[in-house]
């Protein structure tokens, strides 16, 4: 899809979008206690060969954050760029994880969701609490003619995520810009008053949860199909960095 996309100046909606995920970041860091980890700090600026795909990633962790991901990649001479800000929860509450993901191919590009910490087909409890609430949400955006659902071609990644998410592309508009920054801060500012209002988790219970996140986390990096794509941008090398980045391979920071 990259290497069909014409060559057009995306910086506008590339800055706009970067502004979206700043405002959910800053929403992020005035309610948790977050460190730099430097594991990654090679990554905090890269690119390819000849320069012109450059991105940056960023981890963080804390007291109730176990793992967070804050990322963008652009190609300067297509109209390509995608961005993510993951939050992936300690095991000491049980509410879900929180995932971003804007881009422009030649459309808009967003992936909203609660990553679930259990099985929400045996768990009616947690689904019910975290899951029927958004579903409304779900149907409308569903139903709106201006948006068109993106599908994963990765099964693992369809199955990874949650059946209330918001995944779709739209036109570069500022209405659909604007439908983007209100979903975006809704889920975002319903997940805090989760996190505020949650119970502990037994601690016998704990390290199983741990084990759990970890690997989906682990999962999901490394089977997502567009690390195919990186290869050929940046090498096996830095793409495998990249990969681990995103799951904590080469984590620093307990």
């Not at 963008?72 to 049980?94: D, E, G, V, Y």
């Not at 199955?159 to 209405?175: G, H, K, Q």
Request: aromatic letters at 10%; proline letters at 6%.
């Amino acid at each position: 899809m990259i290497q069909q996309q014409p060559d057009t100046n995306n910086t506008p909606v590339f800055e706009q979008l970067g502004a979206i995920i700043n405002e959910l970041r800053q929403k992020i860091d005035a309610r948790f206690e977050l460190h730099p980890d430097p594991g990654t700090k090679d990554l905090h600026e890269y690119s390819n060969a000849d320069g012109t795909v450059k991105g940056s990633l960023k981890n963080f962790s804390g007291p109730e954050i176990d793992w967070l991901v804050h990322s963008w990649l652009r190609n300067s001479q297509r109209n390509f760029s995608a961005m993510r800000l993951t939050t992936w929860l300690k095991p000491h509450i049980r509410v879900p994880h929180l995932a971003f993901e804007f881009g422009t191919m030649q459309n808009l590009f967003f992936y909203i969701d609660y990553i679930p910490r259990t099985d929400l087909l045996t768990d009616l409890e947690y689904l019910d609490r975290y899951y029927e609430p958004v579903n409304q949400t779900y149907l409308t955006l569903q139903d709106n003619p201006n948006l068109s659902l993106f599908t994963s071609k990765g099964v693992y990644l369809r199955l990874f995520r949650s059946p209330i998410n918001p995944c779709y592309t739209c036109a570069v508009t500022e209405d659909n810009l604007q439908l983007i920054r209100t979903v975006a801060n809704e889920m975002v500012d319903r997940w805090l008053i989760w996190v505020d209002e949650a119970e502990p988790v037994p601690e016998d219970t704990r390290d199983s949860l741990a084990e759990r996140d970890l690997f989906l986390r682990r999962t999901s990096a490394e089977r997502d199909p567009g690390n195919q794509m990186a290869v050929r941008m940046f090498g096996e090398e830095l793409t495998n960095k990249l990969i681990r980045g995103l799951w904590g391979g080469d984590r620093t920071n307990s």
